[in-house]
């Protein structure tokens, strides 16, 4: 976000028929009602909202802390942002920030980096997994990322509805395979491999119905630890993408 934008009244732009956040997002700031000079910027409250984010988590994020933290009122805050949902949507886009490069035509080199760009980011900002979804990407940082894997996948010849398909697809795994990794790696409880654990568990397993969980278990495959998980699932996820473009050609 920059400060040079245009600014368009409500009842002009059709804005308070928008999603909250979305005129903002794009540059499009209200015109200034008469009083004193705003002494904020929007683009400060969002800096403030991430910092807040990365220090605390998603429930810092909140009009009245971070009106305390910049040493104004609450009810001045809406000069600003409009609600709480309206900062929630800005945040979210400016800490994601801009995609990956994806240059090059290999479709699943550029899918495989997209994904594992992904899940970076939730691993730099976990808390980013808390926020509400409210619908499909809108703003400018999210659709970029949504843009680039698309530009990606276009080679492939499938249509824009599968293209599309294979992003929600990926996306719902990095997001999934991130959550799984920030509960894990957040867990208090030792690792089912554990020493104790397994003691426990060998022999009932050994006795009970569970032929192929003992054969993991005792070959330690069965474990906490996600290992390579990430490449494993979106190894498999690609394989199929190929198997439609096959078809298709």
């Known amino acids: 976000m920059t400060e040079d934008r245009t600014q368009q009244g409500p009842a002009g732009d059709g804005r308070r028929a928008l999603p909250p956040g979305l005129a903002l997002s794009w540059g499009v700031l209200p015109v200034q009602r008469r ?24 429930e810092a994020i909140s009009l009245q802390k971070i009106a305390a933290h910049l040493g104004v009122t609450t009810n001045a805050m809406y000069r600003y942002v409009s609600s709480k949902d309206e900062l929630l949507v800005l945040v979210r886009d400016a800490a994601w920030g801009p995609p990956p490069d994806l240059a090059g035509d290999d479709w699943r080199a550029g899918a495989t980096a997209w994904v594992k760009a992904q899940v970076a980011r ?9 926020l509400p979804i409210r619908g499909a990407p809108m703003t400018p940082n999210l659709l970029s990322w949504a843009e680039v894997l698309l530009q990606a996948l276009d080679p492939t010849g499938l249509s824009q509805h599968d293209n599309l398909g294979c992003v929600l697809l990926l996306d719902g795994y990095a997001r999934s395979y991130a959550n799984l990794a920030r509960q894990l790696g957040a867990s208090e409880q030792p690792p089912v491999q554990s020493e104790h654990v397994g003691a426990f568990l060998a022999p009932r397993l050994a006795a009970g119905n569970y032929p192929m969980l003992t ?7 069965y474990e906490d630890e996600l290992n390579d998980d990430l490449d494993f699932g979106l190894t498999r996820i690609l394989d199929g993408i ?8």
Do not use: C, H, M, N
């Open 122 to 130: 939730y691993a730099e900002r976990p808390w980013l997994l808390d």
């Open 215 to 221: 054969k993991l278990y005792t070959s330690q495959e």
């Open 35 to 58: 009083g004193p000079k705003p002494g904020l910027s929007v683009d400060q409250i969002v800096a403030t909202g991430i910092e807040f984010g990365d220090r605390q988590g998603f």
């Open 242 to 249: 190929q198997v439609l473009i096959d078809q298709q050609r």
